[in-house]
């Protein structure tokens, strides 16, 4: 108890900003919406990105990830949906679907509120992906993952691209998650934030990581404030 005070005492900002957890709903810091679950710093093998935390953007939105890394999106609770919508770099706001063995890409589907998990299966192959919320894609709410900036088809042509549709992005259909994909699958639908801590004791359980996540993003702002 006296720890926590003392982290919280610290690091105010950070304790508000990872209220979503299990704390109490904080008062807006900032013009971030309250109650939004913020992305914990990654573990080992893993990767964290915030959908939509703070505009329509990926947060991160382009980056590398060797094969068999896990990477979580953390979808808010602002009363707008968003999904991980996997797509090709030809066709950035368009569902990937391998019409000649009907394959599908990944899919959240439209939700909030949730975490959802892909797997890198081929680090040497590049990951598209786009929010399917209609216009989100043509402001450029796109990502990529082991995308080749010196190639033709790197992230910033990617996004490019999704701009260029702009507002004649076409609304697609949503059916709900999907598993599966293309060099990264999911294996589970989304779920609840912080679901996976498991179990009656999951409030208790979740208070502890988010402590421990504060903990953890302390280190990371100290370590970066150092450079
Ligand atoms: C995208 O990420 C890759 C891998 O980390 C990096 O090499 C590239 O420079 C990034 N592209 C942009 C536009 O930031
Ligand atoms: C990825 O994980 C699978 C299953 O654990 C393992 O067989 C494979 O060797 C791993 N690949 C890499 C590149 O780590
Ligand atoms: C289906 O087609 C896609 C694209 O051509 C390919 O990447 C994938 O491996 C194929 N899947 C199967 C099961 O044949
Ligand atoms: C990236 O693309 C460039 C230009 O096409 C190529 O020479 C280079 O080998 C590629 N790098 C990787 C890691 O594939
Ligand atoms: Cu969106």
Not at 1 to 29: D, H, K, N, R
Not at 96 to 101: F, R
Not at 142 to 153: D, K, L, Y
Not at 166 to 175: C, F, K, L, P, Y
Request: glycine fraction near 12%; charge should be negative; proline fraction near 7%.
């Amino acid at each position: 108890m006296l720890f926590t005070a003392g982290v919280a005492f610290l690091l105010p900002s950070l304790v508000a900003a990872q209220a979503g957890y299990g704390g109490p709903p904080a008062a807006p810091t900032s013009n971030a919406p309250a109650a939004v679950p913020t992305a914990p710093p990654n573990a080992a093998g893993q990767v964290n990105v915030n959908v939509a935390f703070n505009g329509f953007v990926f947060s991160p939105a382009n980056f590398s990830a060797p094969t068999n890394t896990s990477v979580t999106f953390w979808f808010p609770n602002t009363g707008i949906d968003h999904s991980v919508t996997q797509s090709s770099f030809q066709e950035p706001c368009t569902y990937l679907v391998a019409s000649s063995n009907n394959t599908a890409g990944f899919d959240s589907g439209l939700t909030n509120s949730k975490q959802f998990t892909i797997i890198i299966t081929d680090d040497t192959k590049p990951i598209w992906f786009h929010c399917k919320q209609v216009g989100h894609c043509g402001m450029g709410m796109v990502g990529s993952i082991n995308a080749n900036e010196s190639s033709p088809n790197g992230f910033a042509a990617f996004q490019a691209a999704a701009q260029k549709i702009g507002s004649a992005e076409v609304q697609e259909t949503d059916n709900g998650a999907v598993t599966g994909g293309f060099n990264a699958v999911a294996s589970l639908a989304p779920t609840a934030t912080g679901s996976d801590s498991g179990g009656s004791t999951g409030s208790a359980m979740r208070i502890g990581i988010s402590v421990g996540a504060v903990l953890l993003g302390s280190v990371s702002v100290l370590a970066a404030m150092a450079y």
